[in-house]
């Protein structure tokens, strides 16, 4: 295989990469219904902002090309899929590309007209889905090039001095339809010969730094590293070698309208440690991540997700030879499993300490009141 997938889909057939059986096997749900596809970013074998939108879209599409669908009135068919659309938007409720996506297939369809048939709403609803897959990667290839220019011109990364970074959590391929976000501009920056070296974090408690983001720089043959949450500030201290971080880059879930950005637990830390040691903080996002309808960070509603998920682990057995044995698998105890758990998945990041939102219609930065304004790249939901 020579790119990673998260998502594969043909008219009729959509295939979903189970993400937590990674790094150890590679296997691909068929994502065939609402409820499949509910369940598959319920349970996190789907995760990611753009990749949790993108699949919500293409399993109804997959459902209604498939059918059947009851028949109506136009007023009824578009009360059915949105009934399936409002269903799905519960499967996770932090990342709002999933919001942004329903609102834009609702749209789409009304805009059939009262007199349309089932046919046309259906595969109104079909070309909607498919847009927002195929649009995806133009948006992340547009951010990795705008993330790979701002770092040019305000770190001076170049091909003779080349820069290292930190990135969390996972933003890649297995996050979108491809190239990532700001997995997507690490890419960009290697392809440009600007980059010296990756840093990513294990990103605990789910591991998605570990397990996926460490897995896709190993695949691309990206020069990585992989440290815990813990070690971040001692790496920043760190100068010398590779070791010589200019900047963060993290993807997000949520930015609000003033710029507080909700991304995954760790993220907050991260740039509080990033402003103390002068380094650049940068969140790479579309505007699919973008809320303009909530005004700060307090307004984000954060998932808190089951305790096991931070007292238990799934890993498979390594051999006396010290390689892994890929067809086993266990799920260990990390901790009494009587303890009291807090397992919030995300946190927020204040946007006074961000330096850029990167999108694909250009890097944002704070004006001189020192506030983000998004007014000049999204004017049209302003
Ligand atoms: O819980 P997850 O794995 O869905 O969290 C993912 C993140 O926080 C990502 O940084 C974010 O969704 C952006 S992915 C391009």
Redesign the pocket.
Same mark, same amino acid.
């Given at each position: 295989m020579s790119t990673l997938q998260a998502v594969k889909y043909t008219r009729g057939k959509l295939e979903v990469l189970d993400q937590l059986r990674l790094p150890h096997e590679f296997h691909y749900d068929n994502v065939a219904t609402r409820q499949e596809a509910f369940d598959s970013i319920a349970s996190?074998r789907t995760? %990611?902002?753009? $990749?949790?939108a993108i699949v919500a879209s293409l399993g109804l599409a997959v459902e209604l090309h498939n059918g059947p669908v009851p028949d109506g009135s136009s007023d009824s068919i578009i009360s059915y899929i949105d009934s399936a659309l409002d269903y799905l938007k519960e499967s996770?409720p932090t990342?709002v590309d999933l919001t942004n996506a329903i609102n834009q297939l609702k749209a789409r369809i009304r805009a059939t007209g009262e007199a349309a048939a089932k046919d046309e709403i259906v595969q109104a609803f079909i070309n909607e889905a498919e847009n927002i897959f195929e649009k995806d990667l133009k948006t992340n290839m547009a951010i990795g090039d705008y993330g790979a220019e701002w770092l040019r011109a305000q770190v001076g990364a170049s091909s003779d001095k080349q820069i290292s970074v930190l990135t969390?959590? +996972?933003?890649g391929s297995l $996050? /979108?339809s491809g190239h %990532?976000? #700001?997995l997507g501009i690490i890419r960009t920056l290697q392809s440009k010969g600007l980059l010296q070296h990756a840093f990513c974090t294990e990103t605990r408690p789910?591991n998605?730094g570990s397990r996926l983001t460490a897995f896709e720089l190993v695949f691309e043959g990206i020069p990585s590293t992989l440290i815990t949450d813990s070690m971040a500030a001692s790496l920043f201290r760190t100068r010398g070698a590779e070791k010589n971080i200019k900047a963060v880059i993290? %993807? #997000?879930?949520r930015v609000v309208r003033n710029g507080d950005t909700a +991304?995954?637990i760790g /993220?907050y830390q991260l740039a509080v440690l990033a402003k103390f040691h002068g380094i650049k903080f940068l969140v790479a #996002?579309p505007t699919t991540?973008i809320d303009l309808v909530t005004e700060t960070g307090d307004g984000i509603r954060i998932e808190e997700r089951k305790p096991e998920e931070l007292i238990q682990i799934t890993g498979a057995v390594v051999k006396p030879d010290g390689t892994v044995d890929e067809t086993t698998k266990v799920r260990v105890a990390t901790a009494d499993q009587r303890i009291n758990v807090w397992n919030p998945?995300?946190d927020v990041t204040p946007a006074e300490l961000i330096d850029a939102v990167v999108t694909e219609k250009g890097a944002v930065e704070k004006g001189a009141d020192g506030k983000f304004d998004f007014s000049k790249i999204m004017p049209e939901r302003w």
């Open positions: 996190m995760r %990611g902002a753009p $990749a949790i996770r990342a969390h959590c +996972n933003t $996050a /979108t %990532g976000t #700001a789910y998605q993290v %993807g #997000a879930d +991304n995954k /993220t #996002a991540s998945a995300f």
